[in-house]
């Protein structure tokens, strides 16, 4: 086993999961609970998933850029 | 049935799900004889031998998925309408996975055609309300919150994402259905734990059984290939778990490694390609049969070629190291399971 790499994308692992429950805990507590759009508006309900799914995204996206960086970091230190 | 009053229902599950582990054998055993016999055959390429490996044997898994789901609805009079969605999401993944295979579909195909893969889910799910999935998501540490109208979009793109990714990293012998058999065997312990009901045990159980059926002649040096037919069925059983099981949080962490792999070959590629049609590949094989790192800037950096940087190693050694992100991916998952129960 190449322990060194393993250990290396372990900790890359546990960081994206933490980073992920937290994420997670941003939407539960403070997105979620947000009324972007007023609901009795003809499709205000709509209008306010999409908004929440748009932040969502938006979180998923530093994401996915922060564990491109962990990852780069690593692979572009090493000859290939 | 009578006869089973005196042991619990999570028992039983799994007494019946060990049953798939000797049919997906055979089903293997028979697909390599018969594929082999009408030249459906790939080759290995990271072997200096290049020897010709059965291709679509990994159909043994949803077939035995399937059969298990039916025998399972017939033993124990559980709810069929879960069972039949799940059911149709994995042959039909398996009906996709096989006529790319014979087909050899352009990249975009899979995932377009496997979003489709998804509506048995939320067709019946409308239909039935709470019977095949619950669009509540339950989030570690922090409770959880309603989707009543993002949840069931995002079924078509989950079985369409679990499907693909699982298909894409399936590079070296074993690496699939080992790593996947390492997230359903997860899954099972995090659910038997934390209290699943006992149609997900079962589920997750069947599907660890099955792979493992097929892992024996996958596993290295290979005698057997899944092909898309079962890669792509493989991928989309654990997306419709999640949403039958509520682990979605908790298969997103156990798949990791796919994630990973996936992420870097796309964002490097920027286009749904097959493998097959990449000008750069990520490995080269070197002379003593072990991979190193391609040295072509524009090849995607995929896992394999991470696991590789630096170092080059041999084929068995890089499948351990991708067992050991599965496990450690795993581990996670299962930690992810216990924290959703706990509020902050």
Redesign the interface.
């Known amino acids: 086993?190449?322990k060194r790499?393993?250990a290396y994308?372990?900790g890359?692992?546990?960081t994206?999961?933490a980073l992920?429950?937290l994420g997670?805990?941003i939407?539960?507590?403070i997105v979620?609970p947000l009324r972007l759009v007023a609901l009795n508006l003809p499709f205000g309900?709509?209008f306010d998933?999409s908004v929440?799914?748009l932040v969502a995204l938006a979180l998923s996206a530093i994401w996915?850029f922060v564990?491109?960086r962990q990852?780069?970091f690593?692979?572009y230190r090493?000859?290939? | 049935m009578p006869g089973m009053a005196s042991l619990d229902w999570d028992t039983i599950a799994i007494l019946v799900a060990l049953g798939a582990f000797p049919v997906s054998l055979a089903l293997t055993r028979f697909f390599m004889y018969w594929n082999s016999a009408h030249g459906i055959v790939g080759i290995d390429v990271h072997k200096l031998a290049r020897p010709k490996i059965p291709e679509m044997c990994g159909a043994a898994v949803p077939v035995t998925l399937v059969v298990f789901a039916v025998i399972y609805c017939l033993m124990t009079g559980a709810n069929w309408i879960p069972f039949t969605a799940y059911s149709l999401v994995v042959g039909l993944t398996a009906v996709v996975g096989a006529v790319d295979d014979r087909l050899k579909l352009r990249g975009i195909f899979k995932p377009l055609l496997t979003l489709f893969c998804g509506l048995p889910l939320l067709i019946l799910g409308l239909e039935f309300p709470g019977q095949v999935y619950d669009p509540t998501l339950r989030v570690p540490l922090f409770g959880g919150y309603h989707l009543h109208i993002i949840y069931p979009l995002t079924i078509l793109i989950v079985i369409s994402v679990t499907s693909n990714t699982v298909n894409m990293l399936d590079p070296l012998n074993g690496s699939m259905s080992g790593g996947i058999s390492i997230v359903s065997g997860g899954l099972l312990i995090g659910l038997l734990l934390t209290g699943g009901n006992s149609s997900s045990i079962f589920l997750y159980a069947s599907l660890l059984f099955s792979l493992l059926g097929f892992f024996y002649y996958n596993r290295f040096p290979s005698r057997a290939f899944s092909g898309n037919v079962g890669q792509l069925s493989i991928g989309a059983s654990l997306g419709a778990l999640a949403i039958l099981g509520k682990t979605e949080i908790a298969s997103v962490v156990a798949m990791f490694p796919n994630i990973q792999n996936s992420f870097f070959f796309l964002s490097r590629i920027r286009r749904f390609t097959e493998h097959r049609e990449l000008k750069a590949r990520p490995t080269r094989l070197l002379d003593d049969e072990r991979l190193a790192s391609s040295e072509d800037p524009a090849a995607p950096l995929t896992l394999v070629r991470t696991l590789v940087a630096g170092k080059p190693a041999k084929e068995e050694e890089i499948v351990s190291d991708i067992w050991g992100l599965f496990l450690a991916s795993t581990t996670l998952a299962v930690i992810t399971l216990f924290l959703t129960g706990v509020m902050l």
Request: charged share 15%.
């Open positions: 086993m190449n790499v393993v994308q372990l890359i692992f546990v994206q999961w992920m429950i997670f805990g939407l539960t507590r979620a309900s709509y998933a929440k799914a996915l564990w491109d990852v780069r690593y692979f090493r000859p290939t």
